[in-house]
Structures are given as C-alpha cells and as structure tokens.
C-alpha cells in the first residue's frame, strides 16, 4: 500500500528481542491459519498511523497473515468534518450540523462500494472510517481508536459510539480513554519500530556528521526536547528550567521540532519560544523538515539527558524513542508518559519548572546514576514497547474476538 | 524415580491481552466496591500482572492494589497489609477475594482510611483473556525439563506457576505436580512447592528452579 515499503523480515528482530519472542509471534499466528487481515485508515503517508500499518502489514505477511492496508478516499469537506470530530473527541467543544452527518456517511458509503472488505478480521483506525461497519458482509471487525478520547465532545461522541457499538471489539492506548461500551475495550499502548531511520543504531561517524550539519558540538552537557512547538509540550518551561539549571551547570539545550505546517498556532509558539530564548547561544531551537529522522536519532543518541515535559500528552512517543536510544528521560506526570517512565528507576516524573530543573541538576551531577537509568530505560522499551509486542497484542485479539465471552482460551 | 514410563511434561506459554473498562476508584470506598464487584480474573490479574512487566529490582509492591493505595492514596499500612496476603494460600480466587474485602473493610472500619486521589490518579480496574497455546517443548525426565526451563518465554514459566494453580484452582503448581506423580521425586516437588515465587521476578524464578533441578537431576539417571 505504501510506497515506502519496509523491506525488514520478522527474523531481522531475534537479535534485538530474543528467539522466544519471534517464536510466540509465529505459535499465535499459527492459530490464524492464513486469516485474511484488513486494515483501514485514512491516509496512507504521514501521521503515527500510517507509520505502524508500514511496518505491520510487511510483519503480518512475514508470519503468513495474508493482510492488506486500504486506506479511504475523501475531499476537502469529508476532511474538515474529521478533522472536527478529531478535535471533539479529544475534548474541543463541538457541535454537529446535520449536513457534517451527510458528508460523513455519504463519503463512507462511496468508500464501502469501492473497497473489499471481505476478511475475517478488520481493523479500523480511528473515527473517519468508523461507519464502514455498516457496510459489514462478514469477519469480526475492530476499531482501534489512537486518540485520547478519555474526555470527548459528547454529541459527537454520541454520533460515533452507534457504529463504535456494533463492532465485536475495540483497542485503545490507555486505560484512561475506557469508555462505557457494551463491546471488549482491549489495551494496547504504541510502540516503535528499532529498526526504522529514527531509532535504527548509528556509527558514530553518522552521528557525527548529523552533529555537524546542525553545527553543534558535545563539548558541554546536551539536553534535548523533541516535539513539535505546541503549548501542550511546554517548550517555554523547559527553557526556564535549563536557565535555573544553567546557574549551577553549563550545558547546551536543544529544543528540536517539526515544522507544524497544519498547526496554525505552531509558528507562534515557535516565536515565544525564540522570544524566551533571547540570545543565548547555548539555546538551539531546530525547527527540522519532515525526513529528519536520522537526524532526530543521532541529536537522541547524542543527548546527555532528554526531557518531555509535557502538561497535557497522548502517549508520548518521543519518550520511547528517548529511552530506546539509552537515555533517562524527565518527562510531565501526564497521559502515557507516566506507562513509560517509572520514576527515580529510568527517568524521572516531573509537575513543575522547578521540579524539571532540579531532576536535570541530579542526573548532570550523577552522570554514572544516568547512565545506570539509561541502561534500565532501554531494557524498559524493550520489554514493553517494542512494534513485536503490538503485534503479539494484535494477533491475540484476532483470536479473542472468535471467542467471545471466553476469558481463557485453549487454541 | 524415572522408570522410562513418564509421562511427558507438556510446555504451554500464554498470551495476556488486558481488557480494559470504565471502572475506577478515587478512594477506599471505591476500591472496595470494584473488588467486591469485579469478576474473578480481574482480581487475579491486578494480583498478578506486575510479573509479566519488566522490573530491573524486585518492584515495592507486587500486587496493584497495594501499588495504588501507597503511591496514590499514601496508605502505606493498608498497603502493607494487602501485600501480606500470599494467593497460594487460598484455593480459589474467590476466596483470595474474600480476603482483600474483609482487609479493606477492616481498614475502613477503624477510621483510618480516607481521602480521594486526584482526577487522573484514580485505580483502574481491567480485567484479562489469556491465550494459551502448546509449545513444542516436551520433558520426560530430568536433564530434559531442565533444558526445556532454560529455553521457555517466562509467559510460560508465569503460566504453569501462577496461571494453573490459581485457576484451575489446584493446591500445587504445574511442575511440583508433575515431579512428585510422574518422576516419583516427592522431595523435589516439595522443594519446589515451598519456593516463594511472589518474591522473584520471572527471570529470578526461573534461575531457581534451574538450580534446584540440576541438583537433583543425578539422582534421576
């Protein structure tokens, strides 16, 4: 489905999981016998979704799962109205006109007549496909919900939940985004892929030479902030706790973000944050274009310490990707972060400035317990958020789902 | 002894998907209420489920509801009280879930407990389906099932130890049952049923139960 394709094999991962994890992925896929496997999302390039269907449905053929990635087709209007419901259904006041419904399910409708959805077991991601489950011939359907809908706009959570209602299960990233459903609400939190451009290991000479394009120099302590510049990620806090932190400690801060071309307040959170930062030259804001993913790696491998202090937060995938490369991360006591960092043992959870300022002192003036962390922080993704796991996860619940009711089952 | 005519010990490993619900406690009365309320598995998994994470020390608590009622509700006595509870004493989690009732309405009772956490630290309360599923690892004696101890996922080890005996409501775990009935070494399978497995991690547990098989596979040519 998507042109770029994954070209690793599920054997490529033994050496980074261990044998018996590649074998009970292919014992649970065994009991699939062939299943044709479905998944459906809206786009094909870009966002977090499109990136685990890249690697999954590459895996799933790997383990003789004969699944397929279609991904549904919409115009401007059909787009805004999910773009509304997104915004809703993670908390933005709403209201639902008539007319939005009609685009909705018109445009499912037209999607549903162009596209097999003859499987034994479909996945639907997130809400713009949801009410192709009208369109059910057979198999048992899934929706899998990604976003945070812990405290969603209640007409148009109301307007879902009637298709969300009709499926035989649904997955979501955390417990907090339970909701009352008559349907199983499975728990599966994301992962990352070890072997993608962003969390592959690099020579040192490529890091280096990422280093160098960025003209910057490990020559004081470096800590690091990825995320996109948005209010949520706090980005002006954590300047302030580097400048508490820099009247004890030298070091350099990196603020590294997309260009958030879809964000409308991003350019303007870019600019206070530039604003905070004044002239000092220890304070490098990146805003990276998209494809940075090898540099984004070597700036976390090269971090000291990688922070994620966020005051509002889905799951926090950077936080992942900053504890697979080794590094304790100080991360916001919010959403998922909280799944990931265990506190004092691989990083450190933090509420406040001051709070971020004083565990970045710790971690500088300790570099051995850092480093201890650091070792513990990727033993920690490798057990729990590896992409071996989601599928594991996802290859249960097709099993789960043709045993309704059933709480142990003997396959 | 083994007298050429045991019959094999069938490795099975397991999958534990976590169902999640809309289930919460923001305090005692709360949590009282979902542990009265909850079906018997979820008790089991919040009991259980910290083996099957990843700790790099013996984690403070192993059970959740202890894990919650510290760090959220700073109840450190309760907490104390609930990690006391061993599960193999009971015969069936309906009566391991008896046990943890009568300790929180103890606790309520004396006037010690109160307070509610704040929104998004609430206990919540999931529930599991477990997936079980043969392996191809087999022992007939000794030497073998060592091995097969060596090369199983720890799902597997958490399976036959903490899974079966529970569930299928038995008084002795997988291993003990199959030393002492089918390789006639009763001293083994005592050993064995007395270790404490609430005090090892997965990894820990199964370095011991390697150790305490070795010692005795001489005896078993």
């Known amino acids: 489905m998507n042109p770029e394709t994954h070209e690793r094999s599920i054997a490529d991962y033994k050496p980074i999981v261990g044998e018996n994890v590649i074998d009970q992925l292919q014992r649970l896929a065994k009991k699939l016998n062939g299943a044709r496997v479905l998944h459906v999302n809206s786009t094909a390039?870009?966002?977090?979704?499109?990136?685990?269907?890249?690697?999954?449905?590459?895996?799933?053929?790997?383990?003789?799962?004969?699944?397929?990635?279609?991904?549904?087709?919409?115009?401007?209007?059909?787009?805004n109205v999910t773009k509304?419901?997104?915004?809703?259904?993670?908390?933005?006041?709403?209201?639902?006109?008539?007319?939005?419904?009609r685009i909705y399910l018109e445009h499912n409708e037209k999607n549903a007549a162009e596209l097999d959805l003859d499987a034994d077991h479909v996945f639907i991601h997130d809400p713009q496909p949801a009410s192709l489950i009208e369109h059910r011939t057979r198999g048992t359907w899934i929706w899998r919900c990604h976003?945070?809908?812990?405290?969603?706009?209640?007409?148009?959570?109301?307007?879902?939940?009637?298709?969300?209602?009709?499926?035989?299960?649904?997955?979501?990233?955390?417990?907090?985004?339970?909701q009352s459903l008559p349907?199983?609400?499975?728990?599966?939190?994301?992962?990352?892929?070890?072997?993608?451009?962003?969390?592959?290991?690099?020579?040192?000479?490529?890091?280096?030479?990422?280093?160098?394009?960025?003209?910057?120099?490990?020559?004081?302590?470096?800590?690091?902030?990825?995320?996109?510049?948005?209010?949520?990620?706090?980005?002006?806090?954590?300047?302030?706790?580097?400048?508490?932190?820099?009247?004890?400690?030298?070091c350099i801060l990196v603020l590294a973000g997309g260009e958030a071309t879809d964000d409308p307040e991003g350019p303007a959170v870019l600019q206070e944050v530039r604003n905070h930062a004044a002239e000092d030259p220890d304070i490098r804001i990146l805003s990276l274009p998209p494809l940075s993913d090898t540099r984004i790696n070597a700036l976390q491998r090269t971090a000291d310490i990688i922070i994620q202090k966020s005051v509002k937060e889905g799951f926090g995938l950077t936080v992942t990707e900053g504890l697979w490369k080794g590094k304790p991360v100080i991360g916001g006591e919010v959403g998922g972060i909280k799944m990931q960092i265990q506190n004092g043992i691989n990083g450190y959870l933090v509420n406040s400035v001051e709070g971020t300022a004083y565990r970045i002192r710790q971690l500088l003036h300790n570099p051995q317990m850092a480093a201890k962390m650091g070792t513990y922080a990727r033993e920690y993704v490798r057990h729990n958020f590896l992409l071996t796991r989601h599928i594991r996860d996802h290859l249960a619940i097709m099993i789960a789902t043709q045993h309704p009711q059933e709480t142990y089952i003997q396959v | 002894m083994n007298n050429g005519g045991v019959s094999p010990f069938l490795f099975w490993d397991c999958v534990q998907l976590i169902e999640i619900t809309d289930r919460t406690a923001a305090d005692l009365s709360e949590l009282l209420g979902g542990v009265r309320e909850v079906p018997t598995n979820s008790i089991f998994l919040h009991m259980h489920q910290s083996f099957l994470k990843y700790h790099f020390f013996p984690p403070e608590y192993t059970n959740d509801f202890s894990e919650w009622v510290s760090l959220q509700l700073g109840d450190d006595a309760l907490a104390?009280?609930?990690?006391?509870?061993?599960?193999?004493?009971?015969?069936?989690?309906?009566?391991?879930?008896?046990?943890?009732?009568?300790?929180?309405?103890?606790?309520?009772?004396?006037?010690?407990?109160?307070?509610?956490?704040?929104?998004?630290?609430?206990?919540?309360?999931?529930?599991?389906?477990?997936?079980?599923?043969?392996?191809?690892?087999?022992?007939?004696?000794?030497?073998?099932?060592?091995?097969?101890?060596?090369?199983?996922?720890?799902?597997?080890?958490?399976?036959?130890?903490?899974?079966?005996?529970?569930?299928?409501?038995?008084?002795?775990?997988?291993?003990?049952?199959?030393?002492?009935?089918?390789?006639?070494?009763?001293?083994?399978?005592?050993?064995?049923?007395?270790?404490?497995?609430?005090?090892?991690?997965?990894?820990?547990?199964?370095e011991e139960l390697i150790k305490l098989v070795g010692s005795y596979e001489s005896r078993d040519a």
């Not at chain 1, 990136?51 to 799933?60: A, D, G, Q, V």
């Not at chain 1, 933005?92 to 006109?97: D, G, I, N, S």
């Not at chain 2, 002492?180 to 270790?195: F, H, I, Q, T, Y």
């Open chain 2, 80 to 206: 104390e009280k609930i990690s006391e509870i061993d599960p193999f004493d009971y015969v069936n989690i309906e009566d391991l879930r008896q046990r943890l009732i009568k300790i929180l309405e103890e606790h309520m009772h004396d006037g010690i407990a109160h307070g509610r956490v704040r929104p998004g630290e609430e206990f919540h309360f999931n529930q599991s389906v477990t997936i079980e599923m043969l392996t191809d690892l087999r022992a007939t004696n000794l030497r073998e099932f060592r091995e097969c101890l060596e090369k199983i996922p720890l799902t597997s080890l958490y399976y036959h130890i903490f899974e079966a005996r529970l569930r299928l409501e038995k008084k002795t775990d997988d291993f003990s049952y199959w030393i002492e009935d089918s390789v006639g070494m009763p001293e083994l399978a005592e050993k064995m049923n007395r270790m404490d497995p609430y005090m090892y991690s997965l990894e820990d547990l199964r």
């Open chain 1, 183 to 250: 349907i199983p609400q499975y728990l599966v939190p994301p992962s990352i892929d070890p072997l993608s451009e962003k969390n592959r290991e690099l020579a040192e000479e490529e890091i280096a030479k990422e280093l160098e394009k960025l003209e910057i120099t490990h020559e004081k302590p470096i800590l690091l902030q990825v995320s996109r510049f948005d209010r949520f990620k706090d980005p002006i806090g954590v300047i302030k706790a580097y400048k508490l932190v820099k009247k004890h400690k030298d």
């Open chain 1, 147 to 178: 976003i945070d809908i812990s405290q969603p706009c209640q007409s148009v959570w109301d307007f879902l939940k009637q298709y969300v209602n009709k499926y035989n299960a649904s997955i979501f990233s955390m417990p907090e985004f339970a």
């Open chain 1, 45 to 79: 390039k870009g966002g977090g979704v499109a990136e685990i269907l890249n690697w999954m449905i590459p895996m799933l053929h790997d383990l003789e799962i004969n699944a397929e990635w279609h991904v549904i087709k919409g115009d401007q209007p059909f787009f």
């Open chain 1, 84 to 101: 509304n419901f997104h915004n809703a259904l993670q908390g933005k006041e709403c209201l639902l006109p008539a007319e939005d419904e």
